[in-house]
């Protein structure tokens, strides 16, 4: 069965530290994979994908096949990316269902 | 773009009774999901459909659970009678072909 583990679910950081959220799956085939963010009061909203290898807000994913992970990383936090990450993984780079981690709650203080 | 619209965005019921939830997508998007997002935990489909076609209903409850997409643009999501482990958040999510799915707000629901 396919599934998605976030190990943490709360990492606390001080602004301009590093971040990583981790991010593992099980999934014999080839997955899409993805982070999701919400902002406080706000909808779930995609934060980047592998396939698009784009950098979002700061933020890249780096998809490792023989570790089968997905981090999240950022160099420099900053108090707005104080938030709740999923990771998630689809079947097919078509429609179909995503697969959540069960999330993790990143705090930046100042 | 108003997005993924829902409603209602809260919903308080006694056990037993019934309730439903609407979802319009965003205009376009022929894919349309309902997911439960139960305390702490991410979200999970419950129903996926390809226009009016539910093609993934294997994890709705359907002793309780039904859900219908007639015209192929909004879409219902009913639960009768409800139970007190159905408190959660119902979430609606619809993409285009290449799966960015756009998630609405979410109806929180309880079950008293």
């Known amino acids: 069965a396919q599934r998605v583990t976030q190990p943490e679910k709360l990492l606390s950081v001080f602004k301009g530290a590093p971040v990583e959220l981790k991010c593992n799956y099980s999934y014999s085939g080839s997955p899409e994979l993805f982070w999701y963010v919400q902002y406080s009061r706000q909808r779930l909203q995609l934060l980047l994908r592998?396939?698009s290898r784009e950098s979002i807000k700061g933020f890249t994913a780096d998809l490792n096949k023989g570790e089968t992970s997905f981090h999240l990383k950022k160099p420099f936090a900053q108090e707005e990316d104080s938030a709740m990450y999923y990771c998630?993984?689809?079947?097919?780079?078509?429609?179909?269902?995503?697969?959540f981690g069960t999330g993790t709650r990143l705090q930046v203080f100042p | 773009e108003a997005g993924v619209v829902q409603s209602p965005r809260y919903k308080i019921i006694e056990k037993k009774q019934p309730v439903a939830f609407w979802c319009n997508p965003i205009s376009g998007h022929n894919t349309l999901y309902w997911y439960l997002q139960n305390l702490g935990q991410g979200p999970e489909l419950l129903i996926r459909y390809e226009n009016e076609e539910a093609v993934d209903d294997s994890q709705l409850p359907k002793d309780r659970f039904s859900a219908e997409r007639l015209k192929g643009v909004d879409s219902t999501l009913k639960i009768q009678p409800a139970e007190l482990g159905d408190s959660a958040v119902y979430l609606c999510a619809s993409s285009l072909e290449n799966n960015e799915q756009f998630f609405g707000p979410g109806t929180r629901l309880t079950v008293l």
């Open positions: 998630a993984l689809s079947r097919s780079y078509n429609t179909d269902k995503l697969i």
């Open positions: 592998h396939i």
